[in-house]
């Protein structure tokens, strides 16, 4: 009787859950077929046991003011963020790592809840080239809101030195209301280059600069450096329908 007292409950707050949701989706450029992304286990513990959540294919994080990522270095002073950060703040997961060299598009479904808020300088999508072992490097490219909930891409043009991109008119309030497709087309081949759409449109396409002996890998969640004073807004993500294929060159 109390297991199936408890399943009701479980039913009944998933179903609320399920009702915040949006139900209308932006347009894809995934092709067909596209491989599901498989999350890869281990990597940074996240700050809290309720930081991420899994449900039925969506997950959801949740970031509050000091959450302090579990990363290497992520409780140390971080001088590449204007202005300079104490720590960051970090609850991410990762995708398994693709072979370097290929031509590759990424993409997910967003959605912010509404009910929360982002801070400046938060990251929540990124292709990342880090090797512990073999490319201690900054990642290819981040989909990043600024301080207005304006949606920017961070594009690697010099080691440590990416470039920043406005994304057409894009901005939170845009998916605080339904599922919005971002795709990230990076080919790690000489041509080093990667193309980005949002809600189904293209908004940029531009050179990236690919390392020797790179890692190939998405990682989705939320990333923002910390401050001291005021605190920051807690903030939540939803991402759902995560793929990758691989494209002709």
């Known amino acids: 009787m109390k ?22 989706e932006t347009a894809s450029v995934q092709v067909k077929g596209a491989a599901k992304i498989v999350f890869a286990k281990g990597g940074c513990w996240p700050p809290a046991h309720n930081s991420v959540r899994n449900f039925f294919g969506r997950r959801t994080f ?7 990522g579990k990363c290497g270095g992520d409780d140390k ?38 009910k ?6 938060t990251t929540f999508f990124t292709i990342h080239q880090w090797d512990s072992k073999t490319c201690r490097c900054a990642p290819f490219v981040r989909l990043v809101l600024d301080e207005l909930g304006d949606l920017y891409a961070l594009v690697l043009k010099r080691p440590s030195k990416p470039e920043a991109f ?3 008119t894009w901005g939170r309030k845009d998916f605080e209301t339904k ?3 971002v795709a990230v087309d990076l080919d790690t081949s000489a041509k080093q280059s990667v193309s980005i759409y949002v809600g189904g449109k293209h908004e940029l ?44 060159q």
Not at 62 to 68: C, E, G, N, R
Not at 116 to 121: G, R, Y
Request: with cysteine; glycine share 8%; hydrophobic share 40%.
């Open 205 to 248: 396409t531009t050179g990236v600069l690919v390392r020797e002996r790179a890692n190939v890998f998405p990682k989705f969640g939320l990333l923002r450096p910390g401050r001291t004073g005021l605190p920051l807004p807690t903030d939540r993500v939803h991402f759902t329908g995560a793929r990758v294929s691989r494209l002709k």
């Open 116 to 121: 929360f808020a982002s801070a400046d300088q």
């Open 77 to 114: 002073p971080k001088s590449s963020y204007s202005p300079p950060a104490p720590y960051l703040e970090r609850v991410e997961v990762s995708g398994f790592s693709q072979q370097l060299g290929g031509r590759y598009l990424f993409s997910t479904f967003v959605h912010f809840d509404p």
């Open 179 to 181: 599922w919005v497709e």
């Open 62 to 68: 949740t970031l509050k003011d000091a959450d302090i």
């Open 3 to 24: 297991y199936i007292l408890a399943t009701l409950l479980y039913l009944c707050f998933a179903s609320v859950g399920l009702a915040e949701m949006p139900r209308v």
């Open 166 to 168: 406005r994304l057409g």
